[in-house]
């Protein structure tokens, strides 16, 4: 019996650390993951660049988006985003896996008018039903040019 424990505790002293290292609790959240968001908060996220998916665009084609978002914490869920155009939803996409890091995210395309001249968008996280607008990098603009529609700064 005493063989046993002395196993069992060396072996937790020489194992132990190496879970620690290994980040164990990235695994272990994963399957404790609460409701939608699993833990993700709102205020963790931020929007680094949003873009077209075929960039220009053209007037009565369909726009697809890209985005990266930051997620600064430690934990892991799905959400759902969206992209607004004022109050208008321009896209949206439901059930996104978000992970710590960046991720990047495509949006599928869909029918949009551009109606104004002045076109920005906004992106916006719903967790359990709770939509919040997030922090992004810098404003996004769409300006018109010779080829269409426009999301990039060159």
């Given at each position: 019996m005493r063989k046993i424990v002395w196993v069992i505790v060396m072996g937790l002293v020489f194992v132990g650390p190496?879970?620690?290292q290994g980040q164990v609790d990235k695994i272990i959240d994963r399957f404790f993951e609460k409701g939608e968001g699993g833990g993700v908060l709102a205020r963790d996220l931020r929007v680094l660049e949003l873009e077209f998916l075929r960039d220009p665009v053209q007037e009565g084609e369909r726009?697809?988006?890209r985005v990266t978002?930051?997620?600064d914490s430690r934990r892991s869920g799905r959400v759902s985003l969206l992209i607004k155009d004022r109050d208008e939803v321009v896209?949206?996409?439901r059930g996104v896996a978000i992970r710590p890091g960046e991720n990047r995210i495509d949006f599928p395309e869909r029918h949009y008018r551009f109606?104004?001249?002045d076109v920005c968008f906004t992106?916006?996280?719903d967790i359990e039903?709770?939509?919040?607008?997030?922090v992004a990098a810098k404003e996004f603009c769409a300006r018109r040019t010779f080829s269409g529609w426009t999301l990039s700064d060159k």
């Open positions: 190496g879970f620690a726009v697809g988006f978002i930051v997620n896209n949206e996409t109606s104004r001249a992106v916006e996280v039903g709770r939509r919040r607008p997030l």
